[in-house]
């Protein structure tokens, strides 16, 4: 006589083995955020001001492109540069559109503070951050 139970038992078990990895799988692909790289950049177009941002991208090449690709969609004229590169450090950038004018810092303190007084040193009234990001391990 078969034994039905040892069987259902046994498939029971490789299903919920099977379903397990599977979890385990879909987490490691879809769920689980990925660590962030040291690399950052900055880029802009002097003409019109636009700029793009990348941060936490595991190789330079990989921020400077992303950054570039940023800009270039706000911009629409494919003019935008890099400005500033990071390497575990922070970046921070500064408009004034009444100047024409744009002010970029790099560093590990007070970034942000010190691009708005650059800008402001420039004898603009309307000076903003437009752009603030740390590459990881800042």
């Not at 019109?48 to 400077?64: H, K, Q, R, V």
């Not at 650059?118 to 590459?135: F, K, L």
């Amino acid at each position: 006589m078969p034994m039905y139970g040892d069987r259902r038992t046994s498939l029971t078990i490789m299903l919920l083995v099977a379903l397990l990895v599977l979890g385990g799988v879909a987490y490691w692909k879809f769920l689980r955020k990925p660590e962030l790289g040291p690399y950052g950049a900055i880029a802009m177009s002097d003409s019109s001001l636009t700029y793009g941002g990348a941060w936490g991208y595991p190789d330079p090449i990989a921020a400077y492109k992303h950054s570039i690709s940023e800009c270039n969609k706000a911009d629409g004229s494919n003019d935008c540069v890099v400005k500033v590169t990071l390497k575990d450090n922070c970046g921070a950038l500064a408009i004034s559109v009444e100047h024409n004018a744009s002010f970029l810092v790099q560093g590990r303190d007070q970034v942000t503070a010190t691009a708005m007084e650059q800008c402001q040193a420039s004898g603009a009234s309307d000076c903003s951050i437009h752009e603030n990001i740390c590459s990881s391990n800042s």
